[in-house]
């Protein structure tokens, strides 16, 4: 006798490949219609589905968990990041937490990466003047940027996308330095030529660019204050493809209106999709709406990570991407 197929509630649009792959494994219920789910409709489908597959967008907190009906066994999150979800609600409700970690790495440093390069380079103030009709032939003080080679790279979490980024800084004549809980295996030290600092306020003191790349916990949220921007060089600039809200955005807006840093790339807000309005008319930040990751490979491969754990957990394995509370 065969298992009935689980009942899966996808909450945002994804690439039609995945879509149509999980409507041939599960009983899925899309959203064609790509609309942010309320609260309320959240706690509809935790109580009438098997399977929830959110995404950053949706806030799975106490409140849309505690509405989960009995039948209920798996939050399988379309993302890496799991920082919207009440991973120890979930847990005390017996309900499993699964991510897609991985698949992402080397899309987002990439895209890191082109930060890393495009501010100081001002790529995108160079592309404005130049639709605009400023461009009046070649002369030796136009769009002046900085050279990146040479320059001093500070990684604020040397996991997996810290780790890829400072191996493509290496390319580009980049020095690596970094900031982490505790400092690699010295293996991956070596291979990486990267040193570590202990001392966050030390590290941005000396460094030309700054790259942020930790997780959002309660202890990373506001890491990067106005007094710590304050420590940083005039010249430096600052790159974040990881959590808005590890940077106190109020304050890094302020800091690149006065000119006390020189430049900033951003794809994450601390209240997206708002954006601090001071950042909206800077020509020295450049602002990407949260793509670090989108590629046709990364979504298809988040996709099948999303698959995987919802069959494992229905074939009695455990799921290979379980997310378990902190501490």
């Known amino acids: 006798m065969s298992t009935p197929k689980p009942k899966?509630?996808?909450?945002?649009?994804?690439?039609?490949?995945?879509?149509?792959?999980?409507?041939?494994?599960?009983?899925?219920?899309?959203?064609?219609?790509?609309?942010?789910?309320?609260?309320?409709?959240?706690?509809?489908?935790?109580?009438?589905?098997?399977?929830?597959?959110?995404?950053?967008?949706?806030?799975?907190?106490?409140?849309?968990?505690?509405?989960?009906?009995?039948?209920?066994?798996?939050?399988?999150?379309?993302?890496?990041?799991?920082?919207?979800?009440?991973?120890?609600?979930?847990h005390k409700k017996g309900i499993v937490v699964t991510n897609t970690p991985g698949v992402l790495t080397e899309?987002?440093?990439?895209?890191?990466?082109?930060?890393i390069l495009s501010v100081p380079r001002r790529l995108v103030a160079a592309d404005k003047l130049t639709r605009a009709g400023g461009f009046k032939g070649w002369t030796p003080t136009g769009i002046l940027g900085r050279r990146v080679r040479g320059k001093n790279l500070g990684i604020v979490g040397m996991g997996r996308i810290g780790q890829a980024i400072a191996r493509r800084a290496h390319a580009f004549g980049l020095k690596v330095h970094y900031h982490n809980r505790r400092a690699v295996p010295p293996a991956i030290e070596?291979?990486?030529?990267?040193?570590?600092?202990?001392?966050?306020?030390?590290?941005?003191?000396?460094m030309d660019i700054v790259s942020i790349n930790c997780p959002s916990t309660p202890e990373t949220h506001h890491l990067i204050t106005a007094q710590r921007l304050a420590a940083m060089?005039?010249?430096?600039?600052?790159?974040?493809?990881?959590?808005?809200?590890?940077?106190?955005?109020a304050a890094l807006?302020?800091?690149?209106?006065?000119?006390?840093?020189?430049?900033?790339?951003?794809?994450?807000?601390?209240?997206?999709?708002?954006?601090?309005?001071?950042?909206?008319?800077?020509?020295?930040?450049?602002?990407?709406?949260?793509?670090?990751?989108?590629?046709?490979?990364?979504?298809?491969?988040?996709?099948?990570?999303?698959?995987?754990n919802i069959r494992a957990l229905y074939d009695g394995h455990r799921c290979p991407d379980r997310v378990l509370p902190s501490g």
């Open 8 to 90: 899966i509630r996808v909450t945002r649009r994804l690439p039609e490949q995945v879509e149509a792959r999980l409507s041939d494994l599960f009983i899925a219920t899309l959203n064609p219609n790509d609309i942010p789910m309320t609260q309320a409709e959240l706690q509809a489908a935790m109580h009438g589905f098997d399977v929830l597959v959110p995404t950053v967008t949706d806030r799975i907190d106490a409140d849309v968990i505690a509405a989960a009906g009995p039948q209920l066994r798996l939050i399988a999150n379309f993302g890496a990041g799991t920082d919207h979800i009440d991973i120890e609600a979930a």
């Open 107 to 115: 899309d987002t440093a990439d895209f890191a990466m082109a930060l």
């Open 190 to 206: 070596k291979e990486l030529q990267a040193r570590y600092w202990d001392d966050l306020d030390a590290m941005l003191a000396e």
């Open 233 to 249: 060089p005039a010249h430096a600039v600052i790159i974040n493809t990881s959590r808005g809200e590890i940077i106190d955005e």
């Open 253 to 308: 807006a302020e800091a690149l209106a006065s000119g006390q840093i020189a430049g900033a790339g951003l794809d994450v807000y601390e209240n997206e999709p708002d954006i601090h309005p001071l950042l909206m008319g800077l020509p020295n930040v450049v602002l990407a709406p949260h793509i670090a990751s989108a590629t046709h490979e990364s979504r298809i491969e988040m996709g099948e990570k999303v698959m995987i």
